[in-house]
C-alpha cells in the first residue's frame, strides 16, 4: 500500500509557511518548533521522564512501563486534572502516538496509563495505516514532535476475523477488509492459531506501511522516531512489541 497521498504536499507548504526547512532534510527546525506552543512545567505533571528531550527508545519504555503499571493494577492515572487541562490548552506535544483498533476494549490512554496531551492517538477498525492516518502520524511527529509510533492490534480482531473467512459486508465495511487480506495472506502457513497469526501479521502489514511514508522514515533516519507494533491481549491487558 502506498504511503504517497494528498496531505503529504498540504504539510510541506506549510512547513514552508511556517519557515521550517525542506523535509528532505529531515530534520525539525525551529521554524516548526516554534509553531508548538511549550507547556509550562507545573507540579501536575506526574511523569517521571521530561517528555521534551525523550528519546524513541525512552518513549516506547514510557508506554510499556504505562502498560505494565496497568496489568499490575497500579495505575498513577497522570495528567487527568483540572491542571493539566490548563497547561497544555494553547499546545501539546504528545511523546507518542498510536495507530489502534476502533474496538471498545483497548482505550489508549487506559491501557498505557497515559492523560491529557500525552498521546497523538488514530483509531481505525483494523487499526490499519490508510491515507489520512499515516496524514496524521506524519503530522504528529514531524510537526507535533511524537518520537514513536506504534500499531496497537489485539486479540480476537473481528475485522481480521472477518477477513479470513471472506464475510460479505455491507457499505464500506469491505475497504477494510481489503487492507487487511495482505496480512491474513501471509500469515496462512504459520503453525498456532489462525486469528492470532493474522491480527500479528496485519499489524506488521500497518508497521511497513508507515514505514513506507518518506516523511516518517527521514524521521527514522534521523534518529528522531521509531515505529514498532504492538499486539494487546484481551484477557490480561498487556501489550507486547512485535516486530
Known amino acids: ?15 514552508l509557511k511556517y519557515g521550517a526547512g525542506a523535509i528532505g532534510t529531515g530534520v525539525l527546525t525551529a521554524g516548526i518548533a516554534s509553531n508548538v506552543v511549550e507547556p509550562e512545567k507545573t507540579l501536575a505533571q506526574e511523569s517521571p521522564v521530561d517528555k521534551e528531550d525523550i528519546t524513541p527508545e525512552q518513549a516506547l519504555q514510557e508506554l510499556l512501563d504505562g502498560n505494565d503499571r496497568f496489568v499490575k493494577s497500579k495505575r498513577k492515572n497522570p495528567h487527568q486534572n483540572y491542571s493539566r487541562l490548563a497547561e497544555i490548552a494553547k499546545g501539546q506535544k504528545p511523546f507518542a502516538s498510536i495507530l489502534g483498533c476502533a474496538d471498545s476494549r483497548v482505550p489508549s490512554e487506559i491501557i498505557f496509563d497515559q492523560g491529557l496531551g500525552d498521546l497523538f492517538v488514530c483509531r481505525i477498525a483494523g487499526n490499519i495505516a490508510t491515507s489520512e492516518e499515516i496524514g496524521s502520524l506524519e503530522f504528529g511527529s514531524l510537526v507535533l514532535g511524537s518520537k ?3 500499531v496497537v492490534g489485539h486479540e480476537r480482531c473481528g475485522a ?14 469491505g475497504s477494510l477488509i481489503e487492507v487487511i487480506r495482505l496480512g491474513v495472506e501471509r500469515s496462512k502457513n504459520q503453525p498456532g492459531d489462525k486469528l492470532e497469526n493474522a491480527c500479528k501479521a496485519n499489524i506488521l502489514v500497518q508497521v511497513e506501511t508507515l514505514k513506507s511514508s518518506s516523511v516518517l522514515s527521514e524521521l527514522i533516519d534521523a534518529g528522531k522516531l521509531k515505529i514498532v507494533g504492538g ?10 512489541v512485535i516486530g
Open 1 to 15: 500500500m502506498s504511503a504517497q497521498h494528498p496531505l503529504t504536499n498540504v504539510s510541506r507548504r506549510n512547513l
Open 148 to 150: 514513536v509510533i506504534m
Open 160 to 173: 481480521v476475523d472477518a477477513t479470513i473467512k471472506g464475510a460479505k459486508v455491507p457499505g464500506r465495511i
Open 231 to 240: 499486539y494487546y491481549d484481551l484477557d490480561t491487558g498487556k501489550v507486547t
